[in-house]
């Protein structure tokens, strides 16, 4: 059965892909501002309210992590207010409520995979502001809500992500100095969003609360330029880079803190969708060569 699906967020990494993931599962209403502003709550009412949706999809955040060190307030209304009134206004509609949620929720002390049931500790803004958002759907009155945290998204849409930094920088610089110590799973926006459409049609109340959701296979930050120029270089992308170095992260000192370790534990999702997500190697490769064939010189 069809449903209508309100997608927040529509122009983001996730968001572009969800347009089209999930058109065999309903009618689509994506919005993003100006005409659903996170940081604008009465909007978010509006919008809900004039669309009555079965399915609400929060796919927008404030992502910027250092700056958020300087703008915490902002963080705070989109990250944790704008999640608390979906929550309110999903149970006002019976809505079924799908946040995107962050791995920067924990710490990166552990030294095994992060379970959705590990205690959180955010180390900055936006993963503190991130956490909120959690905590206030998880006290709204909406029972029937799936979180998926997520880490080191990149895709071919939005702005910018580390993939599109790195093949700007490689085309510049003949030395880029990457962060080594610090590890986490790269994430394909795709894969992340033909997850949450393969989640569609089982959702219910069996299957609410938070889950985990990553590329299999985890990387440093230096592991994942490797790969980056590594595969585009088969590409025949114009790069001038030749040397990339290894650093701390106290050779790169930056607003907020990040966590050493946040790597996710996906069991839980794999078991409900009964296989495991693919490894990011696989899906960085086929995420470059659809992005450098649709805009060779990535003008």
């Not at 980056?228 to 088969?234: D, G, K, L, R, T």
């Not at 009964?274 to 649709?294: C, F, S, V, Y």
């Amino acid at each position: 059965m069809s449903k209508l699906i309100l997608l927040v967020g529509g122009n983001g990494q996730v968001g572009k892909e969800l347009q089209k993931t999930l058109k065999p599962y309903g009618n689509i209403i994506a919005l993003a501002r100006p005409a659903i502003d996170l940081s604008q709550p009465d909007t978010l009412v509006r919008a809900i309210g004039q669309y009555q949706p079965q399915i609400i999809i929060n796919a927008a955040a404030y992502t910027a992590v250092d700056k958020a060190e300087s703008e915490p307030e902002l963080a705070e209304i989109i990250n944790a207010t704008a999640p608390k009134i979906l929550a309110q206004e999903a149970a006002k509609q019976k809505a079924f409520l799908i946040h995107i949620s962050t791995d920067y929720v924990f710490d990166g002390k552990n030294y095994c995979p992060y379970q959705e049931t590990d205690a959180t500790n955010p180390l900055n803004v936006y993963g503190t502001t991130k956490l909120s958002g959690e905590q206030a759907i998880l006290h709204s009155r909406c029972s029937d809500f799936l979180i998926l945290r997520t880490a080191w998204v990149f895709g071919a849409f939005g702005k910018s992500n580390f993939v599109k930094t790195m093949l700007r920088l490689g085309k510049e610089r003949e030395e880029i100095r990457v962060v080594a110590d610090q590890i986490g799973s790269p994430s394909w926006a795709k894969d992340i969003a033909e997850t949450i459409a393969k989640l569609i049609p089982r959702l219910s109340s069996e299957i609410t609360g938070i889950y985990h959701y990553t590329n299999s296979g985890v990387a440093s930050w230096y592991d994942f330029a490797v790969a980056i120029f590594e595969e585009v270089q088969q590409l025949g992308f114009p790069l001038q880079v030749r040397r990339i170095v290894p650093i701390t992260t106290a050779e790169y000192p930056t607003q907020a803190r990040r966590p050493a370790y946040s790597v996710l534990s996906c069991a839980k999702i794999a078991a409900i969708l009964g296989t495991h997500a693919p490894h990011w190697r696989q899906r960085l490769r086929k995420m470059l060569w659809e992005l450098i064939t649709n805009c060779p010189l990535l003008e």
